[in-house]
T-cell receptor, first 122, second 108 residues
Framework: QLHLQESGPGLVKPSETLSLTCTVSGGSISSSSYYWGWIRQPPGKGLEWIGSIYYSGTTYYNPSLKSRVTISVDTSKNQFSLNLSSVTAADTAVYFCARQPDDRAYYYMDVWGKGITATVSS | SYELTQPPSVSVSPGQTARITCSGDALPKKYAYWYQQRSGQAPVLVIY???KRPSGIPERFSGSSSGTLATLTISGAQVEDEADYYC???????????FGGGTKLTVL
């Protein structure tokens, strides 16, 4: 059974870079059938897609965050990572990683990690 | 930027039918997906491609779409269905993937 687990520091200072990693178990991140994505949810608010990556390194980002986001993949560790630069309090959220079937259109999320809370504060 | 609009809240009594709508200009040509998020948990896919139900999702969950409106229907809602529900889709170009603002379903 596929399992995704987010990890990383729970507290980041303003203007610094938020770095999170998602470890995939029970399946290969190198599968040609899937993208792997990050989604976030500020406290009390809705879901926001951040971006996605294919095992080859191809990425797609939310245009509203594109200038600050980098997603990378490490197939040898079955992991993918999120870097969000120049963070502010508005980036405080629960960050989820998820698997996204490569349907060439919607890239919906069919398996999710439990999420990790990241707080931006000095 | 593209938006999907949902009502903030829907309330039903146990056993009644709950309907949650999602409005978007591209929905006549794009599928809608629906997620259930119970408090403190990760979202779970309950409907994909407008009407399809993933394995393990109860039959009382169904989806439909007509024009610019997609609808999630829970027939005979149960107390455990109380959660936030989000629709998801893309704009007409396929470049912008968005969630609706979410609907809080209360069953009591």
């Amino acid at each position: 059974q596929l399992h995704l687990q987010e990890s990383g520091p729970g507290l980041v200072k303003p203007s610094e870079t938020l770095s999170l990693t998602c470890t995939v178990s029970g399946g290969s991140i190198s599968s040609s059938s899937y993208y792997w994505g990050w989604i976030r949810q500020p406290p009390g608010k809705g879901l926001e897609w951040i971006g996605s990556i294919y095992y080859s390194g191809t990425t797609y980002y939310n245009p509203s965050l594109k200038s600050r986001v980098t997603i990378s993949v490490d197939t040898s560790k079955n992991q993918f990572s999120l870097n969000l630069s120049s963070v502010t309090a508005a980036d405080t959220a629960v960050y989820f990683c998820a698997r996204q079937p490569d349907d060439r259109a919607y890239y919906y999320m069919d398996v999710w990690g439990k999420g990790i809370t990241a707080t931006v504060s000095s | 930027s593209y938006e999907l609009t949902q009502p903030p809240s829907v309330s039903v009594s146990p056993g009644q039918t709950a309907r949650i709508t999602c409005s978007g200009d591209a929905l006549p040509k794009k599928y809608a997906y629906w997620y259930q998020q119970r408090s403190g948990q990760a979202p779970v896919l309950v409907i994909y491609e407008d009407t399809k139900r993933p394995s393990g999702i109860p039959e009382r969950f169904s989806g439909s779409s007509s024009g610019t409106l997609a609808t999630l229907t829970i027939s005979g809602a149960q107390v455990e269905d109380e959660a936030d529900y989000y629709c998801y889709s893309t704009d007409s170009s396929g470049h912008h993937r968005v969630f609706g603002g979410g609907t809080k379903l209360t069953v009591l």
